[in-house]
């Protein structure tokens, strides 16, 4: 069997000037938790709901205790709603953020004509997810983990 049997052809895909929340969007409405990304009809990168995840793990997120002195009881309400204030702009930035920020530069494809057992290797080799499918310099499609698993309990059949 081979990846082409298998392969979704109706790709998602975002560009790499595409805010970070339009990427969580995309991931929502189509329920998908990864995306080739595109440019001038070129893939140039790739992006995974870790990779957006990860926006979440800097200093500006940390969920720091205050223990207060005695003598700042007082302060500590105003504290509080300054730092809530901090943690609301922080995810505006990053949801305005590009996803060239993000994505995955190095980007691991496969051809529509390999066989299952290459896509499952690759994937595994180069611990990915998910392979953009490119015949001829052109973007045809993508192929998931599932997908392949799912090729190799029906060839078995």
Do not use: W
Request: proline fraction near 6%; include cysteine.
């Amino acid at each position: 069997m081979k990846i082409r049997d298998v392969m979704n052809s109706d790709v998602i895909t975002c560009t790499p000037d595409d805010p970070v929340s339009h990427l969580a969007d995309l991931f929502k409405e189509h329920h998908i938790s990864g995306a080739p990304v595109v440019e001038k009809e070129k893939v140039v990168g790739i992006v995974s709901e870790t990779d957006l995840l990860k926006l979440f793990k800097t200093p500006e997120f940390s969920d720091e205790l205050l223990l207060p002195s005695p003598l700042e009881v007082i302060e500590i309400p105003l504290r509080n709603l300054v730092r809530l204030e901090e943690i609301k702009k922080s995810i505006e930035n990053v949801k305005s953020k590009p996803v060239r920020h993000i994505m995955k530069k190095t980007v691991y494809s496969i051809s529509p004509d390999a066989s299952l057992e290459e896509g499952s290797d690759r994937m595994v080799r180069h611990k990915v997810n998910r392979l953009p499918v490119i015949e001829n310099g052109k973007l045809v499609g993508i192929v998931a983990r599932s997908d392949i698993i799912r090729g190799l309990s029906s060839s078995q059949e």
